[in-house]
């Protein structure tokens, strides 16, 4: 069975960092794309970052490049999001979600009807 399970979240400083995590089961990541998306009270989910480890892509939206890197640890099956200089507006749940490498693109990994599995969600906070 396809799991994933999100942790790291949880209450920072601005300017502050955390790195979430997203542990795979039941499928190895090779033939999938992995992307962070995160959903703020009242607001629509949007996609933070990808990464495609079949062709060894890394996207990033907008508000993420800069501040955000995503990476992934194969023999743990974990992929991560490393955010440094955390912004009051960054508070949101965060999830990780997975879809087929073949097709994700630059065009395409923000979509979030295009992924199959999903998180239930860390939290992250960022307040003074």
């Known amino acids: 069975q396809l799991q994933l399970v999100e942790s790291g979240g949880g209450l920072v400083q601005p300017g502050g960092s955390l790195r979430l995590s997203c542990a795979a089961s039941?499928?190895?990541?090779?033939?999938?794309?992995i992307g962070w998306f995160r959903q703020a009270p009242g607001k629509e989910r949007e996609g933070v970052s990808c990464?495609?480890?079949?062709?060894?892509?890394?996207y990033y939206a907008d508000s993420a490049k800069g501040r955000f890197t995503i990476s992934r640890d194969n023999a743990k099956n974990t992929v991560y999001l490393q955010m440094n200089s955390l912004k009051p507006e960054d508070t949101a749940v965060y999830y990780c979600?997975?879809?087929?490498?073949?097709?994700?693109?630059?065009?395409?990994?923000?979509?979030?009807?295009?992924?199959?599995?999903w998180g239930q969600g860390t939290q992250v906070t960022v307040s003074s």
């Open positions: 979600a997975a879809r087929s490498a073949w097709g994700t693109s630059s065009s395409s990994w923000y979509s979030t009807p295009s992924y199959d599995y």
């Open positions: 990464i495609n480890s079949s062709y060894g892509s890394t």
């Open positions: 039941g499928f190895t990541l090779d033939y999938y794309a």
